[in-house]
């Protein structure tokens, strides 16, 4: 899966979450809203990676989990986030 890929898979859950969110189907909004920013952070992630290089293979390895708080690391954007973070407590 490339960045663009990931990019529309990202979109389309958060179409996805928003239309249980307005159906009251609160649990379903959440996992998949949770989805839709992993394969945003996976997306950011995919950026790093220039065309025709040589994939990294601790950082391919890394990515291919679940954990936000890991994905977040490997972004680079940790610092972007909790500034963001601090003015929006809704993002905690």
């Known amino acids: 899966m490339n960045r663009a890929e990931l990019q529309i898979l990202s979109r389309l859950r ?3 979450a928003k239309t249980l969110l307005g159906a009251g189907h609160h649990c ?3 996992y ?3 989805y ?3 394969c945003a952070l996976k997306a950011c992630i995919a950026k790093q990676t220039r065309r025709h ?3 990294d293979k601790d950082l ?9 708080e890991q994905l977040l690391g490997l972004t680079g954007l940790e610092t972007e986030f909790k ?3 601090d003015e929006n407590p809704n993002l905690e």
Do not use: M, T, W, Y
């Open 14 to 16: 958060e179409r996805e």
């Open 28 to 30: 379903g909004a959440q």
């Open 32 to 34: 998949l809203a949770g």
């Open 36 to 38: 839709s920013v992993e």
């Open 53 to 55: 290089d040589f994939p």
């Open 60 to 68: 391919a390895r890394k990515s291919h989990v679940h954990n936000l």
């Open 83 to 85: 500034k963001a973070r």
